[in-house]
């Protein structure tokens, strides 16, 4: 049996996350020559694995909801700096719709990037 990891906390996974997107962007940035890319199948392979995982935090976004969603049945909860000051309720509801609603964009992106991925999976360099 495996040895259980410590668990991380989300922020720490979400910093990660960001930290690995900054990676990317650099692995594809033109002024470097594109340090990370060689050929249009490495473009195919990136969006192949850029796709899912842009949907899979659909799953986390719907999961940080779910927590604010019982933190507004928690006795003592309040807002004192939001422009929902003393409406902590309406604060979760506003966040609420917002993770919704970026997730409905997540999925919107994880679909074109599938098609990108389709859009360029006959290409290929010729050996000259």
Known sequence: MAARRRPVSATEIARQIAEDVRALNY????ADGYPGLAFPGDVYDVLGALGPAVVSLTQGLNQLATFLQGQARRPGL??????????????????????ATANQSLRSAAALLGQAQQDIAGLAVLDT
Do not use: K
């Open 27 to 30: 692995a594809t940035l033109p």
């Open 78 to 99: 309040h807002d004192t700096s939001s422009p929902f000051a003393g409406r902590p309720t309406n604060a979760i509801t506003a966040a609420t719709v917002s993770l």
